[in-house]
């Protein structure tokens, strides 16, 4: 059985200052730890019910109501690990990059990390406002492509203000994206969910770019921002 | 305050069986409201917590009390109505459509008609194994697309036989999509979030097209159905 300790221990990685403190994150499920366990993250603690599971690693092995006390899902799902938040790789400034100006949803986040890693975009730029990556919802989202994409939390308008790629920022009545010439070398830029691009930001981008709606006049008034990301990488890389 | 019946009458229509018994589905939400109220959709009851909110329609006011007893989200919306299910209109067989084989994600069925608007696509047509439309997860997640959207639940098989439009199914390692010439008439078939299409269903499909993988060769090995779907979408529109 789980002590008391243990359960405290990792139900407030739920919490970003504890993640911080402890440098550790929490991830659920036989696949998306698989995927993680395969990579080079580092796995601290490995707990399971099925004991057939993970036959290569060390695990402890608990009972469902236990995996219960610790998991941060509805329907736990026969195993959670915690692993080492990696240090972050600096930039090379080059390729495609993807920057997030506060992007709040994990599940929005998790899927934008999923679409950097199917095209290959190694690196993804967050603003300090942006829901953090190590959040359990957001791991839970990638399907393990948290792995194998290089995130980065940084002042914004400092890192757009010094790379020497060209910007494209995205918003709702720009430049059709199907007549505009994309570069392999860029910087994607996508905002937050109800207010898109803040103006400063706004400010530094050369480029402005939007995916026209081909619906009547009375359609949605926008797309959400992980299905824009899909459609705009696919752009950038078709 | 709400009577035990009015509440007990609104909550069950969280049950397929009772919203197609009572011919109504619950919306939730100022926004997605307003956007069904403008719509040709016929609303049933409208319960507010806020009386500035809907001053052209008769509304009932609640408690933020009550609207939590009859709500289906965690944090209410300050308003909640309910509108009568439409009658589907027959196909035209014409145009582009979007077929669903046994989607069962509310949150992706939702994503899914909010992109089939903003992409003009008229028709989605599900197999009966698809998640009710008007589900309110899905209703949620629509945004208000629903209204826009003439959504039909068939046999898939019996569709596919009878179509005359060229039918593309969407497979993992087919034709590369953007090496494709995709047609304005035609039925684009997207399968279930494990499994995908059904073989009995890919055996009817004449054309079989895929999203190449740009990533290394360990990247993650799908995209999610409603991100695929944008992507599609966008290149039958582009």
């Known amino acids: 059985m789980l002590s008391k300790n243990t359960i405290k221990r990792i139900t407030r990685l739920g919490q970003k200052k504890y993640r911080i403190s402890e440098g550790l994150f929490v991830a659920e499920g036989v696949k998306v730890i698989q995927e993680l366990l395969d990579s080079c993250l580092e796995v601290q603690e ?12 060390t695990f402890i092995s608990i009972s469902p109501k236990d995996l219960k006390s610790i998991s941060f899902l509805t329907t736990p799902q026969k195993a959670l690990a915690t692993f080492k938040i990696p240090t972050s790789v600096h930039s090379m400034d080059e390729g495609l990059t993807v920057a997030l100006d506060n992007v709040r949803d994990p599940g929005n986040l998790g899927t934008i990390i999923r679409l950097c890693d199917w095209f290959g975009v190694e690196e993804l730029i967050c603003s300090e406002g942006t829901v953090d990556c190590y959040n359990p919802k957001v791991i839970q989202a990638t399907m393990g492509s948290i792995a194998r994409v ?15 790629r060209a910007s494209y920022g995205t918003f709702m009545n720009e430049d059709n994206v199907y007549e505009t010439a994309l570069p392999n070398e860029a910087v994607l830029v996508l905002g937050n969910e109800a207010n898109g ?7 530094l981008l050369k480029n402005q770019i ?12 926008s797309l959400n921002v992980a299905t824009a990301t899909s459609i705009f990488l696919s752009e950038f890389r078709r």
């Not at 290089?150 to 020497?164: C, D, P, Q, W």
């Not at 691009?197 to 400010?203: L, W």
């Not at 939007?210 to 008034?221: D, M």
């Open 210 to 221: 939007s995916i026209p709606r081909f619906g009547a006049i009375k359609a949605t008034e």
């Open 46 to 57: 490995l707990y399971t019910t099925d004991e057939t599971l993970f036959n290569t690693h």
């Open 197 to 203: 691009i803040r103006s400063e930001i706004k400010a």
């Open 150 to 164: 290089n995130i980065r939390y940084i002042n914004l308008e400092g890192f757009l203000k010094e790379t020497s």
